[in-house]
């Protein structure tokens, strides 16, 4: 089984509705975006998958956020845009467009340097 890796890093700003503290108000981080995907294919050329498609369709997913308020974009619009609630989201869209041979093992978002949430699923 092969691990592969790729990390982005957007500037966005968001809102928690229902915080009590500095994050009710209007803030932005240079959020970091991992994620991690299992494979144990190899094809003709010994890639599990291209690094540059990985990186593709991260940016695909994670892209349309950069340099925009989290609030104002589906599904955030709606949904309060806590870390964990990003990292859920972002690891759904992006399992939907991996190919079949590839396995979205985990997502990890740092807000800050301190500041982290991994969301995977449990099997």
């Known amino acids: 089984m092969y691990r592969l890796s790729t990390k982005k890093m957007i500037s966005a700003a968001h809102i928690l509705h229902g915080y009590d503290g500095p994050c009710s108000r209007l803030h932005g981080h240079n959020w970091n975006v991992k994620i991690d995907v299992l494979s ?5 050329v010994g890639l599990s998958i291209d690094f540059m498609d990985l990186d593709d369709l991260l940016w695909q997913v994670i892209g349309r956020f950069d340099h925009r308020h989290f609030n104002d974009i589906a599904p955030f619009d709606k949904m309060n845009p806590t870390a964990e609630n990003i990292a859920r989201y972002f690891f759904d869209e992006i399992k939907e467009k991996l190919p079949k041979h590839v396995k ?11 500041y982290l949430v991994e969301y995977f699923e449990n099997h």
């Open 40 to 44: 144990d294919y190899l094809d003709k």
């Open 104 to 114: 979205l093992e985990k997502i990890t978002i740092w807000e800050t340097e301190e």
